[in-house]
């Protein structure tokens, strides 16, 4: 029954695919504003509000008319700083507690956060709009309660492809490893450039926890994810240019976000995205609200702001990922509704990064050594043919390469 289900699931998101091509993102801080605000009643600040919110979140996810709005009722001023990763996040909160007030991390990061007495204690009492959050969101295991932290987005990894040049369905992540034999996908194969997920793929790809605290496992790991820079010049995609590198056809088949291979789609109508079956990395992006803030309470009065239907609904609209209030929906465009971006696993199939305390140190010290890696010299870029390849019986053995076992030897560096 479950096998049935899953092709089921899987036969309505490639309909979906074929659908969702309509819109296009706009830039940066822009985004279709049209009767959003409509029915919007923002009630008044029964305090004085702060001059001014400093935010660190994330590239793409949210629109500035959602900042000028609050802006405009409020007399705040946002000022958003951009981050690439959540170690990122955890670094510059911990360097300037006082400097930052709402931030924006994954689940495994709240938890680090919390553990380093970081983040302030939430007054659900300023933030009566959380009964509004959908029901599986408001028992995460990373924050029971939501003592410390508001669930804002779902977002799960999946492998992201162009139908012009891979063909077949990506139904396990060795998938990856399949199609990475042909020579074609030289520097054209990429993963997020962000630690844990990255070497969480790798992990699983070696059938290990993306969690593991063993140093051989995540010795292998490493080794697995210098050899494909090695043999087919991996490329680590950035969240600001991952769906650039998509719709460009820089990069043709990855490991991307859910809601990146949406926007993608909607640029490039080749585009395609599927969760492998089994267990899929996810992660809940979240709201909190620093500790040594100097405006808790307009922190409190911006993100209970933030889980208005109307807000949720325009910041979904504008980043593609599904939102934490599925009251949203009505106002969510049709084509992302059924896009991409909506593909989430159902809870048993969930796979939440953790905290790892002082192993984290052994993810820290592999990575440096992957991103220090490049691809040598005498790998050759091709260039595609201009009618995709993949094409029947029509591939050469000669341009098929023959993956050894590295993983195991410790060639790739000193264990």
């Given at each position: 029954m479950k096998q049935m289900r899953n092709i089921f699931?899987?036969?309505?998101?490639?309909?979906?695919?074929?659908?969702?091509?309509?819109?296009?993102?706009?830039?940066?801080?822009?985004?279709?504003?049209?009767?959003?605000?409509?029915?919007?009643?923002?009630?008044?600040?029964?305090?004085?509000?702060?001059?001014?919110l400093n935010i660190l979140t994330w590239h793409y996810y949210i629109p500035q008319e959602v900042f000028d709005l609050f802006s405009k009722a409020y007399g705040t001023r946002i000022f958003p700083t951009y981050i690439h990763s959540n170690e990122e996040m955890f670094s510059l909160l911990q360097s300037?507690?006082?400097?930052?007030?709402?931030?924006?991390?994954?689940?495994?990061?709240?938890?680090?956060?919390?553990?380093?007495?970081?983040?302030?204690?939430?007054?659900?009492?300023?933030?009566?709009?959380?009964?509004?959050?959908?029901?599986?969101?408001?028992?995460?295991?990373f924050d029971i309660g939501l003592r410390y932290c508001v669930p804002l987005f779902r977002t799960s990894l999946g492998i992201g492809f162009n139908i012009d040049y891979i063909v077949g369905i990506p139904r396990s992540w060795n998938f990856l490893v399949e199609q990475a034999r042909n020579n074609y996908l030289d520097y054209r194969l990429g993963i997020m450039k962000e630690m844990r997920f990255a070497m969480g793929i790798a992990l699983q790809l070696g059938g290990y926890s993306p969690n593991t605290t063993n140093p051989k496992e995540i010795t292998e790991a490493r080794n697995l994810l210098i050899n494909?820079?090695?043999?087919?010049?991996?490329?680590?995609?950035?969240?600001?240019?991952?769906?650039?590198?998509?719709?460009?056809g820089?990069?043709?088949?990855?490991?991307?976000?859910?809601?990146?291979a949406a926007n993608a789609l909607n640029h490039n109508s080749n585009i395609r995205f599927l969760l492998p079956e089994g267990k899929v990395m996810v992660t809940i992006d979240n709201a909190v609200i620093s500790a040594r803030s100097k405006s808790i309470r307009t922190a409190e009065l911006f993100l209970n702001y933030l889980l208005q239907p109307q807000v949720m609904a325009q910041m979904t609209n504008y980043n593609y990922f599904p939102n934490s209030m599925s009251s949203s929906l009505p106002q969510v465009k049709r084509s992302i509704r059924t896009g991409p971006g909506f593909l989430f696993p159902e809870e048993e199939d969930r796979l939440f990064l953790k905290d790892l305390g002082e192993a984290t140190k052994?993810?820290?010290?592999?990575?440096?050594?992957?991103?220090?890696t490049k691809a040598p010299e005498t790998l050759v870029k091709l260039p595609l043919p201009k009618g995709g390849f993949f094409r029947g019986d029509t591939q050469m053995e000669d341009f098929t390469k023959d993956f050894s076992d590295a993983t195991q030897t410790g060639e790739q560096g000193t264990p």
């Amino acid at each position: 029954m479950k096998q049935m289900r899953n092709i089921f699931f899987l036969v309505l998101a490639l309909v979906a695919f074929c659908i969702g091509g309509c819109d296009n993102r706009t830039p940066v801080g822009k985004s279709d504003t049209q009767d959003w605000t409509k029915h919007l009643k923002l009630p008044k600040a029964q305090f004085e509000p702060a001059e001014q919110l400093n935010i660190l979140t994330w590239h793409y996810y949210i629109p500035q008319e959602v900042f000028d709005l609050f802006s405009k009722a409020y007399g705040t001023r946002i000022f958003p700083t951009y981050i690439h990763s959540n170690e990122e996040m955890f670094s510059l909160l911990q360097s300037r507690p006082e400097q930052y007030d709402l931030l924006t991390p994954s689940d495994y990061m709240v938890t680090k956060m919390i553990k380093n007495n970081l983040l302030y204690r939430l007054d659900h009492q300023n933030l009566p709009n959380l009964e509004d959050l959908d029901e599986d969101l408001r028992r995460v295991p990373f924050d029971i309660g939501l003592r410390y932290c508001v669930p804002l987005f779902r977002t799960s990894l999946g492998i992201g492809f162009n139908i012009d040049y891979i063909v077949g369905i990506p139904r396990s992540w060795n998938f990856l490893v399949e199609q990475a034999r042909n020579n074609y996908l030289d520097y054209r194969l990429g993963i997020m450039k962000e630690m844990r997920f990255a070497m969480g793929i790798a992990l699983q790809l070696g059938g290990y926890s993306p969690n593991t605290t063993n140093p051989k496992e995540i010795t292998e790991a490493r080794n697995l994810l210098i050899n494909t820079v090695k043999t087919c010049g991996l490329s680590f995609m950035g969240e600001e240019n991952s769906d650039k590198e998509l719709i460009n056809g820089d990069i043709l088949l990855g490991v991307v976000w859910n809601g990146t291979a949406a926007n993608a789609l909607n640029h490039n109508s080749n585009i395609r995205f599927l969760l492998p079956e089994g267990k899929v990395m996810v992660t809940i992006d979240n709201a909190v609200i620093s500790a040594r803030s100097k405006s808790i309470r307009t922190a409190e009065l911006f993100l209970n702001y933030l889980l208005q239907p109307q807000v949720m609904a325009q910041m979904t609209n504008y980043n593609y990922f599904p939102n934490s209030m599925s009251s949203s929906l009505p106002q969510v465009k049709r084509s992302i509704r059924t896009g991409p971006g909506f593909l989430f696993p159902e809870e048993e199939d969930r796979l939440f990064l953790k905290d790892l305390g002082e192993a984290t140190k052994l993810y820290e010290e592999a990575w440096a050594q992957v991103l220090q890696t490049k691809a040598p010299e005498t790998l050759v870029k091709l260039p595609l043919p201009k009618g995709g390849f993949f094409r029947g019986d029509t591939q050469m053995e000669d341009f098929t390469k023959d993956f050894s076992d590295a993983t195991q030897t410790g060639e790739q560096g000193t264990p």
